[in-house]
C-alpha cells in the first residue's frame, strides 16, 4: 500500500466513470427534448435511486418570488430551466406540486 492510499477509504465509482457512455447518451436525448445538461443533471439528482419519471418543473420566478410548476406540454415547459441552488425542483405529479405549495403556469 503507498503512502497515498494509506488512510483513506474506498469509494464507489462514480456514474461518469463506470458508465460514460450512458452519461452522454441521456444527455444528447434529453438535449433533442429541450433539456439542457444542467437540467439533467438537477432531473437526476431529484430522482435518486427510486427511478421513476418526475417531469414536472418547479420554477421560482425572478420578479416576484412566486413558485410555479410548469407540466410538459405548456407553452414555456421547454425554456424553463430548473436551478436548485435557487431552490428550484422537479415535481413527480401536480398533486406532489400543489401540496409543495406551488402553484401551476396559467399558459
Same mark, same amino acid.
Given at each position: 500500500?503507498?503512502?497515498?492510499?494509506?488512510?483513506?477509504?474506498?469509494?464507489?465509482?462514480?456514474?461518469?466513470?463506470?458508465?460514460?457512455?450512458?452519461?452522454?447518451?441521456?444527455?444528447?436525448?434529453?438535449?433533442?427534448?429541450?433539456?439542457?445538461?444542467?437540467?439533467?443533471?438537477?432531473?437526476?439528482?431529484?430522482?435518486?435511486?427510486? @427511478?421513476?419519471?418526475?417531469?414536472?418543473?418547479?420554477? =421560482?420566478?425572478?420578479?416576484? *418570488? #412566486? $413558485?410555479? %410548476?410548469?407540466?410538459? @406540454?405548456?407553452?414555456?415547459?421547454?425554456?424553463?430551466? =430548473?436551478?436548485?441552488?435557487? *431552490? #428550484? $425542483?422537479? %415535481?413527480?405529479?401536480?398533486?406532489?406540486?400543489?401540496?409543495?405549495?406551488?402553484?401551476?403556469?396559467?399558459?
Amino acid at each position: 500500500m503507498s503512502y497515498r492510499q494509506r488512510g483513506r477509504k474506498s469509494q464507489q465509482p462514480s456514474v461518469f466513470r463506470t458508465a460514460p457512455g450512458l452519461v452522454v447518451a441521456a444527455v444528447a436525448v434529453g438535449a433533442a427534448g429541450g433539456m439542457t445538461a444542467p437540467d439533467f443533471i438537477a432531473k437526476w439528482d431529484s430522482l435518486g435511486s427510486i @427511478g421513476i419519471s418526475c417531469d414536472i418543473k418547479g420554477n =421560482i420566478s425572478i420578479d416576484s *418570488g #412566486e $413558485r410555479i %410548476f410548469h407540466v410538459p @406540454g405548456q407553452e414555456y415547459y421547454s425554456e424553463t430551466r =430548473i436551478r436548485p441552488e435557487y *431552490g #428550484e $425542483r422537479w %415535481f413527480c405529479s401536480e398533486e406532489e406540486a400543489w401540496a409543495a405549495g406551488w402553484r401551476k403556469a396559467y399558459r
